[in-house]
Nanobody
Framework: QVQLVESGGGLVQAGGSLRLSCAASGLTFSNYAMGWFRQAPGKEREFVAAISWRSISIYYADSVKGRFTISRDNAKNTVSLQMNSLKPEDTAVYYC????????????????????WGKGTLVTVSS
């Protein structure tokens, strides 16, 4: 059974940093591009960042460019999201997703079919 388990969420002040991690199991991790999405209260889920299976291709939403960094460790089956200079508008539930044989940019396309989703971790940024 495939599982994506996010961790690292919490409460942080504006300007602070958090590092999210997603641990994958039950799948051949290197066959998947991995991504992070978020959903703020009352809003639709949106793309944040994605990374291809060999980390060659990385793609970010404009709203997080220069502040967030996605990385992966194929030996440990993990993908991480380092979030710096956090803003109150970054407050959301953050989800990890896996897309088989996808490019990082493809994961940013609204409606692109993800193979697997995690259950999310809450990030709250106070002003």
């Amino acid at each position: 059974q495939v599982q994506l388990v996010e961790s690292g969420g919490g409460l942080v002040q504006a300007g602070g940093s958090l590092r999210l991690s997603c641990a994958a199991s039950g799948l051949t991790f290197s066959n998947y591009a991995m991504g992070w999405f978020r959903q703020a209260p009352g809003k639709e889920r949106e793309f944040v960042a994605a990374i291809s299976w060999r980390s060659i291709s990385i793609y970010y939403a404009d709203s997080v460019k220069g502040r967030f960094t996605i990385s992966r460790d194929n030996a440990k089956n993990t993908v991480s999201l380092q979030m710096n200079s956090l803003k109150p508008e970054d407050t959301a539930v953050y989800y990890c997703a896996a897309a088989a044989w996808a490019t990082a940019q493809a994961m940013s396309v609204p409606g692109y079919a993800m193979a697997h989703w995690g259950k999310g971790t809450l990030v709250t940024v106070s002003s």
